[in-house]
């Protein structure tokens, strides 16, 4: 690396610093205005919309996504044309949540003189406290004033990673307190990577599974796995229960002349291992490739309700 690289990396982790500094001004300036507006959020039935003009627009459409995808519809509303009809967009069970680093925006001013008008609630996050935004909200957010990164300490650097940060900060807060759990989180994002680690053993498992009873003959098992094809039977007792399991691998290793005459008891290998439906399917791929099992029998409380194989998982993409 020349001496050239060598001060850019020096200078690009200087910006970085200048950052950090900013995201440590702002954690020491968390009070109670902030718990107010997650206060307000959580107990409000409408939607979060976001507003912001430039580069704080910006950082409001990526936390209006955040809130969505984390339990809190929101949509992001551009001031310009809100000015336009889409004003019409917001209810009086809506909250507005707008950004502006001055506070005095010109483009925001009829979007908060229609939510003045119309009652609706206003969550304004400015570093001038005596703005025109921090006036009109119900709730106002004050950004510590810290300089931007660069040699001009113009370009919207350290506000806008402060702005961000703080709209991480309230929707996860609002995830915490509305307990939104994983599965809920499955919902909102079934495509992709993160579609994929949210999978249940619900969502790929087979309900037409393998069973016989512990007194059925051989005979009759050989009928049951060769119907379904999954190379191996669920063996219940008399109240339904899993109580063991037979394998292509036990026919090869117990096969004998009277074989077809044994009971399913005899053969079978008991105590397996089995999964709830709900279990996340990445951990029981894992599971599966760890202990060199290829099917697992689905139980609720003893009782077989389905049948995963490892094919189903590498199908879907898990490994």
């Known amino acids: 690396m020349n001496m050239d690289a060598k001060s850019e990396i020096e200078y690009a982790k200087s910006v970085l610093k200048q950052e950090i500094s900013g995201i440590n001004s702002l954690i020491d300036s968390l009070g ?16 979060v919309i976001l507003s912001g003009i430039g580069k704080p ?22 001031p310009a044309e809100a000015s ?78 402060m702005m961000i940060a703080l709209g991480d900060a309230v929707a996860l807060c609002l995830l915490k307190r509305k307990e939104f759990r994983k599965e809920q989180f499955k919902n909102l994002h079934p495509g992709g990577a993160l579609g994929k680690q949210l999978l249940t053993v619900k969502d790929l498992m087979h309900t037409n599974t393998p069973i016989v009873h512990e007194n059925d003959l051989m005979k ?12 191996c039977v669920c063996v219940v007792n008399e109240n339904n229960k899993i109580v063991g399991i037979i394998t292509d691998g036990d026919l090869r290793r117990k096969i004998t002349d009277n074989f077809l005459e044994k009971k399913a008891c005899e053969v079978m290998s008991r105590n397996p291992k089995v999964v709830s439906s709900s279990a996340f399917a990445q951990e029981v791929t894992k599971f599966m490739n760890d202990h060199k099992i290829t099917n697992l029998f689905v139980s609720e409380d003893g009782t077989p309700s389905g049948i995963i194989h490892i094919h189903d998982c590498l199908r879907a993409g898990l490994v």
């Open 84 to 161: 336009h009809g889409d004003l019409g967009m917001i209810s009086e069970d809506d909250t507005l949540f707008v950004f502006s680093l001055s506070g005095n925006t010109v483009e925001l001013v009829p979007m908060l003189s229609y939510a003045s008008r119309f009652g609706i609630d206003v969550i304004g996050v400015t570093s001038n406290p005596e703005s025109t935004l921090a006036k009109a909200a119900n709730i106002k957010i004050i950004l510590p004033k810290v300089p931007e990164a660069g040699p001009h300490k113009l370009a919207p650097t350290t506000s806008t990673t």
């Open 32 to 47: 109670d205005s902030f718990i107010a507006a997650v206060d307000l959020l959580c107990r409000k039935s409408g939607h």
């Open 220 to 231: 009759d098992v050989l009928v049951e796995m060769t119907e379904k094809s999954f190379g």
């Open 57 to 78: 627009g910006h950082i409001c459409a990526k936390i209006s996504a955040t809130l969505a995808s984390t339990g809190t519809p929101s949509f992001f509303l551009h």
